[in-house]
Nanobody, 121 residues
């Protein structure tokens, strides 16, 4: 059974940093892309960042480009999201997602349970 366990969320002030982790278990994830989405209250889930299975390419939403960095450790089946210069508008539940290489992660095969990130002004 595949499980994705996220950690690292919390309450911070604007300008602070947070690092999220998502550890996957239950199978190997070679040739799977990994990514992060977020959902703010009353809004749809939106793409934040993704990384290809071999880590050579990363993609970011314009709203987080230059502030967030995605990375992965395939030996640990873990994807990370380093978030710097956080803003109140970054407040959301953050979800990790894993999908087949080259697929649309919005239709990911696997999703985490979500971790809350709250940024106060």
């Amino acid at each position: 059974q595949v499980q994705l366990v996220e950690s690292g969320g919390g309450l911070v002030q604007a300008g602070d940093s947070l690092s999220l982790s998502c550890a996957a278990s239950g199978r190997t994830f070679s040739r799977y892309d990994m990514g992060w989405f977020r959902q703010a209250p009353g809004k749809e889930r939106m793409f934040v960042a993704s990384i290809t299975w071999y880590g050579a390419r990363t993609y970011y939403a314009d709203s987080v480009k230059g502030r967030f960095t995605i990375s992965r450790d395939n030996a640990k089946n873990t994807v990370y999201l380093q978030m710097n210069s956080l803003k109140p508008e970054d407040t959301a539940v953050y979800y990790c997602a894993i999908g087949r290489y080259g697929s649309d992660l919005r239709e990911a095969d696997y999703w985490g349970q979500g971790t809350q990130v709250t940024v106060s002004s």
